[in-house]
């Protein structure tokens, strides 16, 4: 029997860090997914050798990593910071992107300063959400409000990709699966401490998040502009999204229903059609602004160093099945 796979670019934990099952709660799933890591040991430009000659990645990127071509059921990707160079190749080409069921990024998307980069960065992920119009496949863009020194920041970047978007949605019929806007609000007490470079932030409750969807294309962008914002986004933000769209779409409770484009506000905004009900939580005020050089923290300072000192106490919700989820392990 086929399986299903996801090829993270950096933005799978290590079994050992704290927030490991939340970051990725396989233990929702009766049949687990299989994550398969790439880096942060090798670096991204590295990942042109599996190019082949017909210009496709996938296939000589699921060899390298000990994928059988006929064992994949469904795959996914998802990249966090500078992974997202490496998952963008892979969606250069339209076979790949084809054969990918779902794509995520976590506080990725950045470009240089000129037009012609910023466009360049964006086409693949644009041409990746024109097939996720009709919720035939799915796609999951986060960004912080991190301001880098000296190139775009994810912000910038993924307001130039959904003006494109939205651009390319204009007399599109849409469709968009259920997902459950009440697991973008959830954190659980005590609250979450995140120490990044001597720096430390509380996160008494989730951050609200503002987004904006076309078909099965969603953005969602959390406030906070320092390093621990950035590891917030690689684990309990891409934790939330994972059970608030991959978990529904992966065990069949998701269905699909026409729908318009529209902004999106967790934390008191109503859902939209065919999603649960969010809950009232309390959002604490945003930290003031740093602006020192640590603003942004790439992946190997962050996932591989002080992560460590993430404090946790949180038990991953269990899909009992469709639309009904459990605060309990089990």
């Known amino acids: 029997m086929a399986h299903d796979y996801v090829i993270c670019f950096f933005s799978a934990p290590p079994p050992k860090m704290p927030w490991y099952a939340i970051a990725q709660p396989l ?10 890591s790439w880096g942060p040991g090798d670096g991204w430009s590295t990942i042109n050798k599996y190019r082949g000659a017909d ?68 086409k693949p992920w644009r041409q990746y959400a024109e097939s996720c119009f009709d919720a035939s496949r799915l796609m999951i863009m ?14 910038v970047m993924n307001r130039l990709l959904f003006d494109a978007i939205s651009q390319a949605a204009q007399g599109v019929s849409l469709q968009q699966q259920t997902w459950y806007q009440s697991e973008l609000e959830r954190l659980p007490p005590p609250a979450i401490s995140i120490t990044n470079q001597g720096v430390t932030k509380q996160y008494p409750t989730f951050p609200q998040l503002d987004g904006e969807v076309y078909g099965n294309a969603f953005r969602w962008g959390m406030p906070g502009n320092i390093g621990c914002d950035h590891v917030f986004a690689a684990s309990y933000l891409q934790g939330a999204m994972w059970r608030a769209f991959v ?6 409770a998701a269905t699909t229903t026409y729908v318009t484009p529209e902004k999106l506000r967790t934390n008191g905004k109503p859902p939209s059609p065919g999603n649960r009900p969010p809950e009232t939580t ?9 602006t020192t ?31 009904l989820l459990s605060s309990q392990r089990g």
């Open 55 to 122: 210009g496709r990645l996938l296939p000589g990127l699921l060899a390298a990593l000990g994928i059988p071509a006929d064992d994949v059921r469904r795959l996914g990707m998802i990249s966090f910071s500078a992974g997202r160079q490496a998952a963008q190749r892979v969606l250069e080409h339209s076979e790949d992107r084809a054969q990918l069921d779902f794509v995520m990024d976590l506080d990725g998307l950045h470009a240089d300063y000129s037009s012609a980069g910023q466009q360049a960065n964006i």
């Open 293 to 323: 050089g640590q603003q942004l923290v790439e992946i190997a300072a962050i996932t591989l160093g002080t992560l460590a000192v993430v404090e946790v106490l949180f038990a991953p919700f269990k899909l009992l099945g469709p639309g």
């Open 142 to 155: 986060c960004h912080t409000a991190v301001v880098p020194p000296s190139y775009s920041s994810t912000t």
């Open 27 to 36: 233990d929702m799933f009766s049949d687990p997914p299989i994550v398969r």
């Open 247 to 252: 978990v529904p779409r992966w065990t069949g």
């Open 282 to 290: 309390t959002n604490p005020p945003e930290q003031p602004a740093q």
